[in-house]
C-alpha cells in the first residue's frame, strides 16, 4: 500500500508547462525528481499533432516541428486532454494571427 501511494504522490510532481507568444512556444517538462527539460519552438513553424480513438477520444498530443516530436499532455485524463487541445489550438491561432 505504502508503495502505491508513494509512486502516486510522484506521479502527481509531474509537470508540464506550456508557453505561446507571438515569438516563441516553450514547454518545459518537470519530471518527479525535480529534473526540467525545456524545449523552444517558433510558433509559426509549430505543428499541434492529436491522436484520436473514436471511443476513448485523444490518446495523444504533441508539437512537431523541425524534424522534432515533443510529446504533451499525456498524463491528463481524457476530459482534460480535450480541454487542453481546445485552448492551445486557440492560444496557436492567435499567436500566428
Known amino acids: 500500500l505504502y508503495l502505491a501511494f508513494h509512486m502516486n504522490y510522484r506521479a502527481a510532481r509531474v509537470r508540464e508547462e506550456v508557453c505561446v507568444s507571438r515569438t516563441a512556444l516553450d514547454i518545459r517538462k518537470t519530471a518527479p525528481s525535480g529534473r526540467h527539460e525545456d524545449h523552444h519552438f517558433n510558433p509559426f513553424w509549430a505543428k499541434f499533432a492529436v491522436s484520436r480513438?473514436?471511443?476513448?477520444?485523444?490518446?495523444?498530443?504533441?508539437v512537431e516541428a523541425q524534424g522534432r516530436?515533443?510529446?504533451i499532455g499525456s498524463f491528463l485524463n481524457p476530459d482534460?486532454?480535450?480541454s487542453f487541445a481546445n485552448a492551445f489550438q486557440q492560444?496557436?491561432?492567435?499567436a500566428r494571427s
Do not use: F, N, Q, W
Open 80 to 82: 482534460d486532454r480535450e
Open 53 to 62: 480513438h473514436s471511443e476513448i477520444g485523444i490518446t495523444g498530443m504533441a
Open 69 to 71: 516530436h515533443v510529446p
Open 91 to 94: 492560444a496557436l491561432h492567435k
